[in-house]
């Protein structure tokens, strides 16, 4: 089992920048894909980003355009999400995700562990 807990959330302007941090507890750490998604209201949940155990390779969705970048601190057990230029659209609830493999994959049903969400809201 893996528990995982998002933080970092919070409200921001457009161009703005966020980083959110997700802190993993329950087994080795690093054999995990870590992910984020997001869920914006009235939408489904779509993926973010994700990395794979050993930090070596990260894959992004379109959307985050060079904007994002995911790392983690497997000496942490953490996972990281730094948000830059951010835009209205980018208004959700974000959520860390992991999986017990080594593929970064896109969607929700492949992951089996779940943090419970950070608000993450931009103004314009």
């Known amino acids: 089992q893996v528990q995982l807990v998002e933080s970092g959330g919070g409200l921001v302007q457009a161009g703005g920048s966020l980083r959110l941090s997700c802190v993993a507890s329950?087994?080795?750490?690093?054999?995990?894909?870590m992910a984020w998604f997001r869920q914006a209201p009235g939408k489904e949940r779509e993926f973010v980003s994700g990395?794979?155990?050993?930090?070596?390779?990260?894959h992004y969705a379109a959307f985050t355009e060079g904007r994002f970048t995911i790392s983690r601190d497997n000496a942490k057990n953490t996972a990281y999400l730094q948000m830059n230029s951010l835009k209205p659209e980018d208004t959700a609830v974000y959520y860390c995700?992991?999986?017990?493999?080594?593929?970064?994959?896109?969607?929700?049903?492949?992951?089996?562990?779940w943090g419970r969400g950070t608000q993450v809201t931009v103004s314009s």
């Open positions: 995700a992991a999986r017990d493999s080594r593929a970064v994959l896109t969607t929700v049903s492949d992951y089996n562990y």
């Open positions: 329950g087994r080795t750490f690093s054999t995990v894909v």
């Open positions: 990395i794979t155990y050993s930090g070596s390779a990260s």
